[in-house]
């Protein structure tokens, strides 16, 4: 009699009069392990109980899942996102498929997305997490598995690592604007506190001012959610610098102070391009239609999915070397904004 619901392995050994170790080595395709008429049994048994083996059963069987485990800081964050579509991609052509677990920007819940993937056998990571603390550390050396880190290094681990070229991407901006005779810059950042990248950013943008002084005036401000008061006298003494017949503008870190500098300049009634100039960070779709456009960084969010995805699976394959550190190109959108004397 035919089972109720999906068939086992067991119900297919029943069916042909064989073991289930016997259905195994058929569907591992060790026929030659078996006699014709053994094989030829198994074979119609799977077809009348229309059997189809678990994808993680038999990945399971060979050592690995071909899971990939993700996890990212913010899933709201529009950069978390591209990267992921292109980190999924790239597993997908290798035969990968990808779990996410997204953090909501908790740093105490790091330790609990490893733990969580690690339970359903992921064969490694791909972390775009807050790179604060050591729970990320500990937790994927004790798990054992092969990591690859995104945008945020984390202090003491040693692995890959794939990101924007920060360095680079402000020396673009630095320059750009100056060519355009701004001499008076603001850079805005989320806090900097336990996340490379931020730090690396407002790095790049103070040894830009440093090598254009005493010509060029540069001030970093940390936009903290909620203060936007604090924001507002940013941007109001910024313009007043500029009314002294200094051009001025600001340089946002990321999407997210973008937007919250967008919404500072209209409660000002300044306006890009004429008050005051504009490039951030990451080129999020709605840019291009704000006051005169924003000009912006974009990061190769595709390609540092792709790539990292391309590193972990470079890892599971075999590949033993030193750690590496991949930093890709940003391409400088200039729009009105930005707009030169």
Known sequence: MKPTGRATIADVAEAAGVSKATVSRFLNHRERLLSPDIAARVEVAIAKLAYSPSPMAQALSHGRSRLIGLIVADITNPYSVAVLRGAEKACQDAGYLVMLFNLGNESEREREAIDALAGYQVDGFILNTLGRGSNVVDAVTLHGKPAVLVDRRHTGMH??????????AMQATCGHLLEGGYRELLYVTEPQKGVSSRRERTAAFGACITAHGPRVAGEVFESVEGESDALDAALTALRKRAKRGRRAAVVAGNAVVTLRVAQAMARLGLQFGNDLGFVGFDDPEWASLIGPGLSTVAQPTDAI?????????ERLRGLDSAPRQLLLPGELMVRGSSQAL
Request: aromatic residues 6%.
């Open 159 to 168: 692995t890959d690592f794939v990101s924007l070229d920060n360095h680079a």
């Open 305 to 313: 999915g792709r790539t990292a995805a391309a590193c972990l699976i």
